[in-house]
């Protein structure tokens, strides 16, 4: 139930993050917005070591780990916050979504493993032809969504980067790191470089915030740095990396959803057809097949089907074994 409860989380965690992001930015700089948000969820990090006495030189004695964590924070936040200007909301996660084909190059880069048969070049190439569809609209009728759709890109790849480096190092030390600790020794070293961005690019504290940015500063900070965190290495443990997958199939179409009822977002037709192929890519990446759907669906029917079965004969058997002692009694 936990593992469940987690796993719906972190798809409803992931669906509202990119609405938030455009939220938290309606009052405060770009750059405000995102630095504001990772110094709160440090500040909570810290407060909850302090209340267990935890030491922070562990997070010194395993820096590079935390330090290639921390890409995915800094600077990766900033260009996503910076990008979230130009696309709606649903787009980001679109876009975003296409993060296992860019692990997979980068794990074919670092680890020197290769993910891609044909069955996934096939959805590469179904996945580019998606994005040229969105992109070729997005280009001919607001060039100013360019700059989102590229900024994306370049955080999906640089997200995966992040990613792929921490596990090769985790590899080569053969150390693994609990999941608060990873979150908290990301935003550790990713804090200085947001507040020195934050110092170049803006430097002004606004006089006033509105509820919107302030609201979504605090939402971003609790349940998308820290409890988001937590939660997806704890799915990421306890099942397998394809079930793990399929949450890049359903944020997308959530975050849709979401941000049309939250936001009154439109989307054109040309974009729900390029996101609509898009969609289809990541199925088809996905390492389940159809087969394996069916395996598992008719395993669990067969599984509902039998224990009725199951129980009657045993509670026959226990009504049996009670008559039998009744009768022995009597005589």
């Not at 936001?263 to 990541?282: H, K, R």
């Not at 598992?296 to 009725?308: D, F, N, S, V, Y």
Request: glycine share 4%; aromatic share 12%; with cysteine.
């Amino acid at each position: 139930m936990a593992v469940f409860f987690a796993y719906i989380s972190v798809v409803l965690i992931w669906a509202t993050t990119p609405l938030a992001i455009q939220w938290s930015s309606d009052s405060l700089s770009f750059i405000a917005a995102a630095a504001s948000r990772m110094l709160l969820a440090l500040a909570l990090a810290l407060a909850v070591h302090a209340l267990l006495r935890q030491s922070l030189l562990d997070y010194w004695y395993q820096r590079k780990i935390y330090f290639a964590a921390s890409l995915g924070i800094f600077p990766n936040m900033p260009l996503v916050y910076w990008a979230a200007q130009f696309i709606p909301s649903g787009l980001v996660a679109i876009i975003f979504a296409l993060s296992p084909f860019a692990t997979g190059v980068m794990t074919l880069l670092l680890l020197k493993q290769n993910p891609f048969g044909i069955k996934r070049v096939l959805a590469l190439l179904l996945a580019i032809s998606g994005l040229v569809v969105i992109f070729y609209h997005q280009m001919r009728f607001d060039s100013d969504s360019i700059y989102g759709v590229v900024g994306i890109l370049l955080s999906c790849a640089l997200f995966s980067f992040s990613s792929v480096w921490v596990k090769k190092i985790s590899e080569q030390s053969r150390q693994q790191t609990a999941p608060f600790q990873q979150a908290t020794g990301a935003l550790l070293f990713a804090l200085p470089g947001l507040l020195l961005s934050w110092w170049w690019m803006d430097g002004s504290i606004p006089a006033q915030v509105s509820l919107k940015s302030a609201g979504a500063v605090v939402y971003l900070a609790i349940v998308g740095s820290l409890l988001g965190a937590v939660m997806f290495f704890f799915i990421l443990q306890r099942l397998s990396a394809s079930a793990v997958s399929l949450v890049t199939l359903m944020t997308p179409v959530l975050a849709i959803v979401i941000g049309k009822h939250l936001a009154d977002e439109v989307l054109p037709v040309q974009t729900l057809i390029g996101v609509s192929i898009v969609l289809a890519a990541l199925l088809l990446y996905s390492p389940w097949s159809l087969r394996e759907w069916h395996g598992a669906l008719t395993i669990k029917l067969l599984r509902a089907l039998r224990e009725p079965a199951i129980i009657e004969q045993s509670e026959v058997q226990i009504l049996l074994k009670q008559a039998q002692e009744d009768v022995d009694r009597y005589k």
